[in-house]
């Protein structure tokens, strides 16, 4: 049974950091694209990254850029996500989905249509 299961989430000041983990289990995780999608409360989901299948080719929101990193360890079956230098406004659920689509990635990586499968998310809390 395919299931996708975040965890490290959790309470942290502006400024500090976390790395959150997607755990994969009932399907071969290198033949899938990862995103890293958040929802605040009263907003909708963003997606803020996502690794491609094959190269791992990344992507990420403008707003992420250069503060979280995405990557894959295919052998344990298992996507992280560090987030580095939180702020208050990065607060939110976080959810990792996959897809086997590969079709025009670079402009639908960051549409939550464009997956399948999505993991139950976990609370992300910036503050002082």
């Known amino acids: 049974q395919l299931q996708l299961v975040e965890s490290g989430g959790g309470l942290v000041q502006p400024g500090g950091s976390l790395r959150l983990s997607c755990a994969a289990s009932?399907?071969?995780?290198?033949?899938?694209?990862i995103g890293w999608f958040r929802q605040a409360p009263g907003k909708e989901r963003e997606g803020i990254s996502c690794?491609?299948?094959?190269?791992?080719?990344?992507y990420y929101t403008d707003s992420v850029k250069g503060r979280f990193t995405i990557s894959r360890d295919n052998a344990k079956k298992t996507v992280f996500l560090q987030m580095n230098s939180l702020k208050p406004e990065d607060t939110a659920v976080y959810y990792c989905?996959?897809?086997?689509?590969?079709?025009?990635?670079?402009?639908?990586?960051?549409?939550?249509?464009?997956?399948?499968?999505w993991g139950q998310g976990t609370q992300v809390t910036v503050s002082s």
């Open positions: 989905g996959i897809t086997r689509r590969i079709m025009n990635v670079h402009v639908m990586w960051n549409k939550d249509s464009w997956y399948d499968y």
């Open positions: 009932g399907f071969t995780l290198e033949n899938y694209a």
């Open positions: 690794i491609n299948r094959g190269v791992g080719s990344t």
